[in-house]
């Protein structure tokens, strides 16, 4: 399956041989590829000429710490999606990446498969135009600057968090299934498995909902959520 070369990775890798072979993989799949081999050279290439769809970086880099990498680049272009590699198969430091401003993350070896399609998903979301503010009620999302506001009071959210209100958002007054949100926030396709969406529904309606305010989160039962006026 190719798509437009147009679509333009950069990858922080520092493993030379797999680093040549992931790009000669992505190439294939019709993505154009850079590739740098630490964190500040990542950061020069996101403030260069070039626009990015999507910034693939491996948290093991031997001069930076992953999670310090992971905000450090996520500052600088809050929108661009991140697909994390790491060495560490555990759920918590899969955790610490996510909460950190990654959008998706796999672990070494890496199912080249898998890779390659969460790659095109992220960039496929990428690609959308979409405005840089939504509006509901008196909640306010401002996409650029990762900003949240109620009726003039700031809400301050996690990424997770930010991803999760964003999609809702987006949906505005209508249902959004547990599947859409597991699917467009974590990018893993199905059923949930777990009750992480839920988990992460009550952080951002006790944020977003406070005692005395006009509820805007809504549960739609064996489903999903909405966000709406009442």
């Known amino acids: 399956m190719r798509i437009s070369s147009e679509r333009r990775i950069l990858m922080v890798e520092e493993d030379a041989d797999l680093a040549s072979f992931l790009t000669a993989e992505l190439q294939e799949s019709g993505f154009a590829v850079d590739i740098v081999r630490t964190a500040e050279e990542a950061e020069a290439a996101l403030r260069g000429k070039f626009r990015y769809d999507l910034l693939l970086l491996d948290m093991n880099l031997p001069e930076a710490d992953g999670i310090w990498a992971i905000h450090r680049l996520r500052a600088i272009l809050p929108r661009l999606p991140m697909l994390v590699l790491t060495a560490r198969n555990g759920v918590e430091d899969k955790v610490r990446a996510f909460d950190a401003g990654a959008d998706?993350?796999?672990?070494?070896?890496?199912?080249?498969?898998?890779?390659?399609?969460?790659?095109?998903?992220?960039?496929?979301?990428?690609?959308?135009?979409?405005?840089?503010?939504?509006?509901?009620?008196?909640?306010?999302?401002?996409?650029?600057?990762?900003?949240?506001?109620?009726?003039?009071?700031?809400?301050?959210?996690?990424?997770?968090?930010?991803?999760?209100?964003?999609?809702?958002?987006?949906?505005?007054?209508?249902?959004?299934?547990?599947?859409?949100?597991?699917?467009?926030?974590?990018?893993?396709?199905?059923?949930?498995?777990?009750?992480?969406?839920?988990?992460?529904?009550?952080?951002?309606?006790?944020?977003?909902?406070?005692?005395?305010?006009?509820?805007l989160t809504h549960t739609v039962r064996g489903f999903g959520y909405e966000l709406r006026e009442t």
């Open 104 to 215: 998706d993350c796999l672990a070494k070896p890496l199912p080249l498969p898998e890779l390659l399609a969460r790659a095109r998903a992220l960039t496929r979301r990428n690609s959308g135009v979409v405005s840089n503010a939504s509006r509901v009620g008196d909640l306010t999302l401002h996409r650029e600057e990762r900003r949240v506001e109620r009726n003039g009071r700031r809400i301050e959210l996690t990424p997770r968090e930010f991803a999760i209100l964003d999609v809702l958002m987006r949906y505005a007054g209508r249902p959004v299934s547990r599947a859409t949100l597991l699917n467009e926030v974590w990018n893993v396709p199905g059923e949930p498995s777990t009750n992480i969406v839920d988990v992460y529904m009550k952080y951002v309606r006790d944020k977003v909902d406070l005692p005395g305010e006009r509820r």
